[in-house]
Nanobody, 124 residues
Framework: QVQLVESGGGSVQAGGSLRLSCAPS????????MGWFRQAPGKEREFVAA????????YYADSVKGRFTISRDNAKNTAYLQMNSLKPEDTAVYYC?????????????????WGQGTQVTVSS
């Protein structure tokens, strides 16, 4: 069983930065696709970014492209989401997700393992 633990959320002003971390436990995750999703109040969970097994391919939602960067350090068993130029509309609970077999990295249904979420609040 893979357990994912997110950290790094918090409150920032618009234009600020945060870095989220996701540390899977229970299994080496180098062969898992890692994804970040977010869910704002009253909205569906949406794709933010994903990264392939060894970081060779990355995927981003249009709304965060150029501002967010996903990365992974397999030696540390950790995935990251660097968020720059944050906007109030980025406010949401951010979830880390993982799965060894992902055909469509942007779809929540392709991931079996999820973290508990971390709150990101951006004030104007």
């Amino acid at each position: 069983q893979v357990q994912l633990v997110e950290s790094g959320g918090g409150s920032v002003q618009a234009g600020g930065s945060l870095r989220l971390s996701c540390a899977p436990s229970g299994r080496t995750f180098s062969r898992y696709v890692m994804g970040w999703f977010r869910q704002a109040p009253g909205k569906e969970r949406e794709f933010v970014a994903a990264i392939g097994w060894y970081g060779g391919r990355t995927y981003y939602a249009d709304s965060v492209k150029g501002r967010f960067t996903i990365s992974r350090d397999n030696a540390k068993n950790t995935a990251y989401l660097q968020m720059n130029s944050l906007k109030p509309e980025d406010t949401a609970v951010y979830y880390c997700a993982a799965d060894p077999n992902v055909s469509t990295p942007t779809m929540t249904s392709d991931y079996d393992y999820w973290g508990q979420g971390t709150q990101v609040t951006v004030s104007s």
